[in-house]
């Protein structure tokens, strides 16, 4: 089987050589082609045309930043046409109500389509070791999960096309929330003077302790958010999302809106393309340093 891989940023590249290593063919497409040098320096054919990905392949794996991306990369011409017979397995953050919608056009340009989106960063795509969450049908689900578990060992078949996009941004507003809070946790006992680890040792023995709390502990005690596995600019726009898509409900969203507010703070203070762990110095802005706060002024 080949695959056309479209979308090789921070988690597309590290997904894609997980296929390589398993010795299944690619084609693949990025928007900007720097990013495929990797791909290309190993022999994956590189095309620089979607269209011609597509054409060339039973399955496509999405992996594109936003439901926009998306349509112009797949549901515009000449790609639409050539989507007839494949199936295009999306594996990005986008609402349910944008997955079903692209859903829709992929069925009538004659193709298949599933939700597979992903929980995890850098690391566990690398090791092939992210949880896979599907929207589909049990047939796609047991037709494509040989595939998907290059990606994680254990897909787990969620419901139809929706259901996946929807845990996954319940999930992705977890990863902001509870940053928040031990930011700001974490902020206020060093204001007051009191050991980190002392305040460390109490969190980890109670049932408030989450590990999350510990991948961020040295970044955000360093302010050394360089090298990121997920940008602060890409949690924001997951955040947007899950906003978006919970005011149709009866929630009082509130709490990630103030969220959301830090969010937007850090990426304002240049902090966009940096690990998202930075929310910290959106909490805690005394202790910038000199090239952030030129970035501010």
């Known amino acids: 089987?080949?695959?056309?891989?479209?979308?090789?940023?921070?988690?597309?590249?590290?997904?894609a050589q997980r296929l390589l290593d398993a010795n299944i063919e690619?084609?693949?497409?990025?928007?900007?082609?720097?990013?495929?040098?990797?791909?290309?320096?190993?022999?994956?054919?590189?095309?620089?045309?979607?269209h011609e990905a597509i054409s060339?392949?039973?399955?496509?794996?999405?992996?594109?930043?936003?439901?926009?991306?998306?349509?112009n990369i797949l549901l515009s011409e000449p790609s639409r046409s050539h989507l007839a017979g494949r199936t295009v397995i999306q594996m990005g953050t986008i609402t349910p109500t944008e997955s079903k919608a692209i859903r829709d056009e992929v069925i009538a340009a004659g193709g298949?389509?599933?939700?597979?989106?992903?929980?995890?960063?850098?690391?566990?795509?690398?090791?092939?070791?992210?949880?896979?969450?599907?929207g589909g049908t049990p047939e796609q689900f047991q037709k494509w999960s040989k595939l998907l578990q290059h990606f994680g060992s254990e897909p787990l078949l969620i419901g139809s096309v929706g259901s996946a996009a929807a845990v996954?941004?319940?999930?992705?507003?977890?990863?902001?929330?509870?940053?928040?809070?031990?930011?700001?946790?974490?902020?206020?006992v060093q204001l007051q003077g009191i050991e980190v680890e002392l305040f460390m040792q109490i969190l980890r023995n109670s049932a408030l302790y989450a590990p999350t709390f510990d991948k961020k502990l040295q970044r955000m005690r360093d302010r050394d958010y360089s090298n990121p596995n997920f940008p602060t600019k890409?949690?924001?726009?997951?955040?947007?999302?899950?906003?978006?898509?919970?005011?149709?409900?009866?929630?009082?969203?509130?709490?990630?809106?103030?969220?959301?507010?830090i969010l937007?703070?850090?990426?304002?203070?240049?902090?966009?393309?940096?690990?998202?762990?930075?929310?910290?110095?959106a909490i805690n802005p005394e202790a910038l340093n000199n090239d952030q706060m030129d970035s501010v002024l």
């Open 112 to 134: 298949d389509y599933l939700e597979a989106p992903v929980l995890g960063s850098i690391p566990e795509a690398q090791a092939g070791k992210l949880i896979v969450m599907v």
């Open 168 to 188: 996954k941004l319940a999930l992705n507003q977890l990863i902001a929330s509870l940053s928040t809070a031990f930011a700001l946790s974490l902020s206020f």
């Open 264 to 281: 937007e703070v850090a990426v304002n203070r240049g902090l966009a393309e940096a690990d998202y762990s930075a929310l910290f110095s």
């Open 234 to 261: 890409h949690l924001l726009k997951d955040t947007d999302l899950f906003i978006t898509e919970a005011k149709s409900t009866n929630l009082n969203i509130s709490s990630i809106e103030g969220v959301r507010n």
């Open 56 to 71: 060339a392949c039973e399955c496509v794996i999405l992996m594109l930043t936003n439901a926009a991306a998306i349509r």
């Open 1 to 15: 089987m080949k695959v056309a891989f479209l979308g090789t940023g921070l988690m597309g590249l590290p997904m």
């Open 26 to 50: 690619l084609i693949a497409y990025n928007r900007t082609l720097e990013k495929l040098a990797p791909l290309r320096d190993v022999g994956v054919e590189i095309t620089k045309h979607p």
